[in-house]
T-cell receptor, first 114, second 114 residues
C-alpha cells in the first residue's frame, strides 16, 4: 500500500534512447510533480500537474514530456537521452486545496545514461 | 520566481550537541515552509513544517522558527543522535489556489559524530 510508487527504480540506457518512468499515487491527491536530483543532491522541480493539467514547466528541455492520464498517474517520457540527464528522478504528490500540503515522494528512479 | 538559499552545505556535530540550519526565501507571498530529511539512497520525507501565521513550532527534538519580516526560517535539532545524520532540505511554497510549487533549498549534509 505504498503511497507514491514509481517504476523502474533503476534505469541504465544508452545515449540517444527514449525511456519512460511511471508514477502512481493512491493518496487521492490532486497535484503531482517531477523533481530531478543531480549528483550534488539539488532537488529541482521540473513539472507540476493539478488534476491532469500542466501547471508548472520549469524550463525543462522539450525532450522531457510528462503525461497525466488521470490525477493518480504522472508519467515522464524522455526522448534522445543525453549524458547530462543522468540523475535521480523523484515523483511526488500533494493536496493543494486542503489543510496540509505535505509532498509525499516516490522512492526515486536512478537514471544512468552511458 | 521563488528562490531559497540554505546554509551551511555541510555540518558536523558531536552526538548530543545541537544543530542549526538556516534558510532564506525571496518571495514574500510564500506561506508554507516544510523541512525534509533525506537519508542516503532514500526518498525525502517531511519532518516538520510551519505556516506563515506561526513564528515557531516544536516537535520533540526538532523545532522550526520563522521570521517573515526578514524572510528567514531555521531548523533546530537538539540532543543530536547518529541517526539524525542525513541531508536536510528546507523548502518554501505558496499554497492555496491552483498551484503548490515547492522550491527546495540546496540541502545540508548533517553528520553526527558518535
Amino acid at each position: 500500500d505504498t503511497a507514491v510508487s514509481q517504476t523502474p527504480k533503476y534505469l541504465v540506457t544508452q545515449m540517444g534512447n527514449d525511456k519512460s518512468i511511471k508514477c502512481e499515487q493512491n493518496l487521492g491527491h490532486d497535484t503531482m510533480y517531477w523533481y530531478k536530483q543531480d549528483s550534488k543532491k539539488f532537488l529541482k522541480i521540473m513539472f507540476s500537474y493539478n488534476n491532469k493539467e500542466l501547471i508548472i514547466n520549469e524550463t525543462v528541455p522539450n525532450r522531457f514530456s510528462p503525461k497525466s492520464p488521470d490525477k493518480a498517474h504522472l508519467n515522464l517520457h524522455i526522448n534522445s537521452l543525453e549524458l547530462g540527464d543522468s540523475a535521480v528522478y523523484f515523483c511526488a504528490s500533494s493536496q493543494v486545496i486542503g489543510v496540509g500540503t505535505e509532498a509525499f515522494f516516490g522512492q526515486g528512479t536512478r537514471l544512468t545514461v552511458v | 520566481g521563488e528562490n531559497v538559499e540554505q546554509h551551511p552545505s555541510t555540518l558536523s556535530v558531536q552526538e548530543g550537541d545541537s544543530a542549526v540550519i538556516k534558510c532564506t526565501y525571496s518571495d514574500s507571498a510564500s506561506n508554507y515552509f516544510p523541512w525534509y530529511k533525506q537519508e542516503l539512497g532514500k526518498r525525502p520525507q517531511l519532518i516538520i513544517d510551519i505556516r506563515s501565521n506561526v513564528g515557531e513550532k516544536k516537535d520533540q527534538r526538532i523545532a522550526v522558527t520563522l521570521n517573515k519580516t526578514a524572510k528567514h526560517f531555521s531548523l533546530h535539532i537538539t540532543e543530536t543522535q547518529p541517526e539524525d545524520s542525513a541531508v536536510y532540505f528546507c523548502a518554501a511554497s505558496i499554497y492555496g489556489g491552483a498551484t503548490n510549487k515547492l522550491i527546495f533549498g540546496t540541502g545540508t549534509l548533517l553528520a553526527v559524530q558518535p
